[in-house]
């Protein structure tokens, strides 16, 4: 009567309230989430999806990252993606960058892709990220094998 399938999987709460929450769950993507109680000091280094809805003193490395408009990050953030809402007080490198009306951002963006919703306000230098330059000409004649030098006698 109460025995469970080997194939059933668990119930999920947070699943049945949110169903785009099961599809994070399962498989291989992961999502963590820090919440409004939250406070971090100290760099955050994150493979997975991140969230804040905290205040967090450091930096932050991670793949995509969503600030809640409540949040607080004073640090660099780097990620491949970003959608900010709240305050940021650092550096922010991103290829797609998303900047919301909420947001309050103090200091220098590096993007690919930029969006800002009108009423955002950013403090500081915009600045395309760029490939790695190509080598300087004498750099290259540099790191180019040198042929033996040539030597003539005039008669």
Known sequence: MFSKK???????PV???????????SGSATFSVLGTDLTITGNIAASA????????????????????EASTIRGGVNA??????????????AREL???RTARIEGDVHYDALTIEQGAQVEGRFARRQEKPAMRR????A????????????S
């Open 6 to 12: 080997s194939g059933d999987l668990p119930f999920s």
């Open 15 to 25: 699943a049945e309230r949110d169903p785009s929450m099961a599809t994070r769950n």
């Open 49 to 68: 999806d991140l969230h804040i809805d905290g205040s967090i003193e450091g930096d932050i490395a991670c793949t995509s990252l969503v600030q809640g």
């Open 80 to 93: 491949e993606t970003a959608r900010l809402a709240g305050r940021v007080t650092g550096s922010i490198t």
């Open 98 to 100: 998303v900047i919301l």
């Open 138 to 141: 004498e750099e290259a004649q």
């Open 143 to 154: 790191t180019r094998p040198q042929s033996p030098p040539e030597l003539s006698v005039a």
